[in-house]
């Protein structure tokens, strides 16, 4: 049993090093059955599969369902946000400070029509390309110098019928390779909190 000495010196160490072993993890979408499966609820659905394969579940919590696991002494906070896409930077901003998350420890998941389908671009800051969800991100947060996850789902779509590609469901041939690129998406993330962001990117980029 530690000493009350000792017992401080530990609260100390754990107060002085979890913050930077902290990382808060947001897939962006929209609530709801009738958006479970659509491409603009890719952010939803990678953090689905990493909260599977790490054994969690999602808790309904104030702007979103949480979930938590720890991975090579590391903490990964996923939120799934319950603001709806165009409001999403409410939850990100409120997250990140009741969980005392550092900015470069942040990681945005999103969808992207610039993107083959499939293909991961991770960055640690940029415009937010037309996309609603990341463009409140940005305001919320006052800066654009936070890392965003783009999962491409391709721009297959005809003149003016770019919402209801994004809002439509996945494809045969789509539906098949999900799985895979959901696999790989996972082991990005965890990549991000463990091996780094230079590392992550140099890995997963263009994957």
Same mark, same amino acid.
Do not use: C
């Given at each position: 049993?530690?000493?009350?000495?000792?017992?401080?010196?530990?609260?100390?160490?754990? *107060?002085?090093?979890?913050?930077?072993?902290?990382?808060?993890?947001? &897939?962006? &979408?929209?609530? &709801?059955?009738?958006?479970?499966?659509?491409? #603009?609820?890719? =952010?939803?659905?990678?953090?689905?599969?990493?909260?599977?394969?790490?054994?969690?579940?999602?808790? @309904?919590?104030?702007? =979103?369902?949480? /979930?938590?696991?720890? $991975?090579?002494?590391?903490? $990964?906070?996923?939120?799934?946000?319950?603001?709806?896409?165009?409001?999403?930077?409410? /939850?990100?901003?409120?997250?990140?400070?009741?969980?005392?998350?550092?900015?470069?420890?942040?990681?945005?998941?999103?969808?992207?029509? !610039?993107?083959?389908? =499939?293909?991961?671009?991770?960055?640690?800051?940029?415009?937010?390309?037309? #996309? !609603?969800?990341?463009?409140?991100?940005?305001?919320?947060?006052?800066?654009?110098?936070? @890392?965003?996850?783009?999962?491409?789902?391709?721009?297959?779509?005809?003149?003016?019928?770019?919402?209801?590609?994004?809002?439509?469901?996945?494809?045969?041939?789509?539906? /098949?390779?999900?799985? *895979?690129?959901?696999?790989?998406?996972?082991? /990005?993330?965890?990549?991000?909190?463990?091996? &780094?962001?230079? !590392?992550?990117? !140099? *890995?997963?980029? =263009?994957?």
């Amino acid at each position: 049993m530690l000493s009350y000495f000792g017992r401080i010196l530990s609260q100390k160490k754990k *107060e002085n090093i979890d913050p930077m072993k902290k990382f808060l993890i947001v &897939g962006l &979408g929209n609530i &709801g059955p009738k958006y479970e499966e659509t491409r #603009h609820n890719i =952010g939803f659905k990678i953090l689905d599969q990493l909260a599977e394969e790490e054994e969690v579940t999602f808790e @309904t919590v104030k702007l =979103g369902d949480r /979930a938590e696991f720890k $991975f090579k002494g590391r903490t $990964f906070v996923l939120l799934k946000p319950s603001t709806f896409m165009n409001l999403s930077g409410k /939850a990100v901003n409120y997250w990140m400070q009741k969980e005392k998350v550092s900015l470069e420890n942040i990681m945005i998941v999103t969808d992207d029509l !610039n993107l083959p389908f =499939g293909t991961i671009r991770i960055k640690t800051k940029g415009s937010d390309g037309g #996309h !609603n969800g990341l463009k409140d991100v940005q305001a919320q947060l006052n800066t654009s110098k936070y @890392t965003r996850f783009r999962f491409g789902i391709s721009d297959k779509f005809s003149k003016g019928n770019q919402i209801d590609y994004v809002l439509g469901e996945w494809n045969n041939d789509e539906i /098949a390779e999900l799985p *895979e690129r959901l696999k790989t998406s996972a082991a /990005a993330i965890r990549s991000f909190g463990t091996a &780094g962001i230079n !590392n992550t990117m !140099n *890995e997963f980029n =263009g994957k």
